[in-house]
């Protein structure tokens, strides 16, 4: 079976194609192609929602148009579209959902809607390697999302926990922001901590020991913010009024803290929320008795990340399994690979945008 699949939930617009043998249980790549608006909302510190529609539209038929170039496949040659329903950003996917509806049409093909979140999950079922052995923990973590899900099978899939504020790939872009850094603030964040010492500054490590699956970010920025606050204004007592002041209505940070304390702050932030979020994995593959864990979304590309979750598991019996780090963020062939191993083809009319879509 070869899907051609469609991702704009964002500020990537994604293409892809895909190819499943019903005996595999990996999906191989055909063609792959991402163009991004990264450019524009690095500019502005965060996503603009117009700009990133804009460029969806300016995107869309190139993105596809090369990526049946790259396949060598014809029209003819594909079974499928899948595309991305949601969640994400309203304009964003409305673009890669009619187009894909009115390519479906044209080319009476089967069409089906999917979810990124489950998406970003089977960014792991792509390419031969180690076979993913069920049931599976997978820890998704991105820019808008920090989820457990335990998948006894690729049928039935539960949310286990999820954060009740920010998304860690959030905590790092409002934290790099108050550090200065370019946006996103994932990647900046450990760039940044390869010169930093973590140990310098103590942060939170929000919720680590609680006894449910469920994540916070935004105390673990709160304190950053206080910490800035104090280098920047020793004057400024702990409660003065400046720090009540929301985190997201500060102005970029100004040159008053050094190259050295960034690094350290950066360094000792992505402990704190990697060390959480291996802690809280772990603990559900025992509780879940996962013989795999899967991880997933943009922040899973974070070395620090993996290198963590490696050194937990050497002792115990769990097979951890990362995408390569362009899968793990907004790409099209997890979207077409969920699709491989989920066909459900849905009628035209019933498919629409849905930017609020959770796990169901
Ligand atoms: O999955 P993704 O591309 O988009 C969403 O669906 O949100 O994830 C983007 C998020 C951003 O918050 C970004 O800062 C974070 O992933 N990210 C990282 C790294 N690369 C991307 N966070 C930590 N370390 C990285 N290397
Ligand atoms: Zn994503």
Not at 29 to 51: C, E, F, K, R
Not at 167 to 178: C, M, Y
């Amino acid at each position: 079976m070869k899907i051609l699949a469609i991702e704009t939930s964002c500020d990537e617009t994604a293409a892809a194609i895909v190819s499943k043998n019903p005996q595999e249980d990996y999906v191989k790549i055909l063609s792959n192609v991402v163009a991004s608006s990264l450019i524009y909302h690095s500019q502005t510190g965060g996503i603009i929602p117009d700009i990133a529609a804009r460029e969806q539209l300016k995107f869309i038929i190139p993105v596809i148009e090369k990526t049946i170039e790259d396949s060598k496949l014809r029209i003819e040659d594909l079974d499928a579209i899948a595309v991305t329903y949601g969640p994400g950003l309203i304009g964003s996917l409305l673009i890669g959902v009619e187009t894909a509806k009115t390519l479906a049409y044209l080319w009476n093909k089967p069409i089906m809607p999917i979810n990124h979140l489950l998406g970003h999950i089977y960014a792991n079922f792509v390419n031969e390697k180690s076979k993913i052995e069920f049931p599976a923990i997978a820890l998704l973590v991105s820019g808008g999302h920090t989820d457990l899900v335990f998948l006894k099978n690729h049928k039935r899939v539960k949310w286990i926990g999820g954060t009740l504020d920010d998304a860690a790939g959030e905590a790092f872009d409002k934290i790099g922001r108050l550090l200065g850094l370019p946006y996103p603030g994932g990647p900046a964040i450990e760039q940044a901590s390869e010169h930093g010492i973590a140990g310098r500054f103590t942060f939170p490590r929000p919720m680590i020991g609680s006894h449910d699956f469920n994540f916070s970010f935004s105390g673990l920025k709160a304190a950053v913010f206080r910490e800035v606050t104090s280098i920047r204004h020793p004057e400024r007592s702990e409660g003065s009024h400046a720090l009540k002041r929301s985190v997201d209505s500060l102005p970029k940070a100004q040159n008053d803290i050094d190259k050295q304390q960034i690094a350290d702050i950066a360094s000792s932030v992505q402990n704190s929320i990697v060390q959480v979020l291996v802690r809280k994995t772990v603990k559900a593959a025992k509780k879940y008795n996962a013989k795999s864990i899967l991880l997933g979304g943009g922040v899973a590309a974070n070395q620090k990340l993996k290198e963590e979750m490696h050194s937990q598991l050497s002792t115990l019996n769990f097979q951890l399994h990362v995408p390569p780090a362009h899968l793990c963020t907004d790409n099209a062939v997890m979207i077409g690979a969920y699709a491989a191993f989920n066909y459900k083809p849905q009628n035209l009319n019933t498919i629409t945008a849905n930017p609020e879509l959770y796990f169901q």
